[in-house]
């Protein structure tokens, strides 16, 4: 995969950022091509000038087909498909993809969200990517069925089906890799209304469990994003030597202070939220 063409991120609101994928992609060499549909900007009609594209959340849903843009990606995604370029796609970019495999995307149980740190665990298919359990960020509501011909990677207890892959290079993410510090302070701020919601936990737990795991995450995303785009082995060696320090450090300091300071600060956000 040639580094030379841009990765195309697709983005759902125009304050949409690609968080810590956009970063990682740009550590690996990788310039982006950043479009809003939402907003009247095209997609392309070849990958031909495409490395790899990313398809972001949103607020709207991937059943809102009263939504020219959402109906137009739904199309769009079979182009990117039969280019067989990679693609990604995380939380309504997975329930995108899902969706124009056929597969069914609907609200799970009684109005149950996820929003805040979960963990997901790997199917025997997705150890591969996936080595071990992860505790990640979600924010959604709605959750995809698994597409036929598809391979299930990561499941979690409310909604199951959390990591796919279609055909070698067509992967779909329910929880959200990308976040930031910054970006969790603002989904929390503007949303702070959804936090009330079943299954949704409070904003001083979304913060203190972005500390404690946000490191980890970091670390799977890059070793997995490498892979995906088909980056360089010298890139992924030159990132992992550059990081490997910091992350020991940062786990010595969970193991010593952190994990109790964060244990009485969940246990007083949880006694605030009951």
Not at 72 to 87: F, H, R
Not at 102 to 126: F, K, N, S
Not at 200 to 218: F, I, K, M, N
């Amino acid at each position: 995969m040639s580094a030379n063409l841009p990765v195309l991120v697709v983005v759902h609101q125009p304050t949409s950022t690609p968080g810590r994928v956009g970063e990682v992609l740009k550590s690996l060499g990788f310039t982006l091509d950043q479009r809003c549909p939402a907003i009247g900007q095209s997609l392309p009609a070849t990958l031909d000038g495409h490395s790899a594209v990313v398809v972001f959340g949103g607020p709207m849903s991937a059943n809102d087909d009263h939504l020219a843009f959402i109906r137009q990606e739904l199309d769009w995604i079979a182009t990117v498909l039969a280019a067989e370029k990679p693609y990604l796609g995380i939380c309504l970019g997975a329930q995108l993809l899902a969706r124009s495999l056929g597969a069914t995307v609907a609200l799970q149980g009684a109005g149950q969200r996820e929003i805040g740190y979960y963990p997901v665990l790997p199917t025997p298919a997705g150890r591969e990517i996936l080595p071990h359990p992860l505790v990640v960020y979600q924010w959604h509501q709605e959750g995809f069925e698994l597409p036929v011909g598809s391979h299930l990677l990561a499941t979690g207890s409310s909604f199951p089906h959390q990591a796919f892959r279609y055909g070698r290079r067509a992967y779909g993410l329910q929880f959200h890799p990308e976040i930031t510090a910054t970006m969790v302070n603002h989904w929390t701020t503007e949303g702070a209304d959804q936090l009330a919601l079943p299954g949704a936990q409070g904003r001083p737990y979304h913060l203190s469990q972005h500390r404690l795991y946000s490191p980890g995450v970091e670390i799977w995303l890059r070793q997995f994003l490498a892979r995906w785009v088909g980056a360089p082995v010298r890139a992924e060696a030159v990132w992992e030597h550059c990081h490997a320090h910091a992350l020991q450090a940062h786990q010595a300091h969970q193991a010593h202070q952190g994990l109790a300071l964060d244990s009485r600060e969940d246990q007083q956000n949880m006694t605030a939220l009951g």
